[in-house]
């Protein structure tokens, strides 16, 4: 087996530009979705069934469930109730599978961006769900990874209430002075979900590579960071690598040319 730090990424070269400028575009408009009008209707959800056959790296899956989702969320005091729920999606990975949370968080987040691109609402949850629910999904050798409510959202423009730090809270330089390519995908970043919205993101560019860790890096949240600086520098010729810690991340793009 190559060493991590040789290693190219499951998710190099996987999507596609088309797929990937979609996603770009649909990271402004995607938020956490916890009011649904209704369901996704039936043109939605084969979009998503579709999308969830596309999108998965190897080793993750994603099961969808038109109904039954009036039970999936455990009402907790420290998260906000969700109305009007019929829809979810299960995010799973084999046991065996290296470095599953942050495949899961890829792929997942590819399938969240389609969603949102089709204008279906969604919420990435890995807390307070019925676990027998999602399990129900779940193939022999495959554990949940997270599970994600769907439907069409009650205020389509939810993005608006989204709340971030500011973008250098996020990087040990200052973003002013990086490549276009680097910024943007550092702000890409910068609107990506994440568990309780810790942001636990750190970036930090050197010439034209763009570092990505986090604390206890590996995690969902760090899958579904890569996915938005992936999308956000599709129009970059770029290479992943891992760190040689195996602990972080680095895209190095070549700044060929400049889109506004
Ligand atoms: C990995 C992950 C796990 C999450 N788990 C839950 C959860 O269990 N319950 C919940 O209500 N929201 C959950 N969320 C949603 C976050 O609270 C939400 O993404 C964050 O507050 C930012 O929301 P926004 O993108 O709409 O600004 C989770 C998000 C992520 C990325």
Known sequence: MIADGRAAPAWQGYYRVPQLR????????????????????????????????RVCLPGTRIALSARGADSL?????????????QQYAVILAHRDLPRAGLLAGVSGEAFVLEAAHLGVGSCWMTGNYRRSRARALAREGEAVMAVIPLGKPLDPHGAKHRTRRDLRALCQDDPAGWPHWAY????????APSALNRQPWRMSCAGNTLRLASPRFG???????????????????????????GRSLLLQAEETHDIA
Do not use: N
């Open 22 to 53: 979609r996603w770009q575009r649909a990271i402004a408009t995607r938020f956490s979705c916890r009011a649904f009008l209704g369901p996704a209707d039936v043109s939605q959800l084969a979009a998503l069934e579709y999308a969830a056959q």
């Open 73 to 85: 969320v455990i009402p907790v005091p420290l998260f906000p109730g969700f109305k009007g729920l």
């Open 184 to 191: 943007k995908a550092a702000e890409a970043v910068r609107q």
């Open 219 to 245: 995690g969902i949240d760090d899958g579904i960071a890569v996915m938005h600086m992936e999308a956000a520098a599709f129009a970059w010729k770029r290479t992943w690598r891992f760190g040689q810690d």
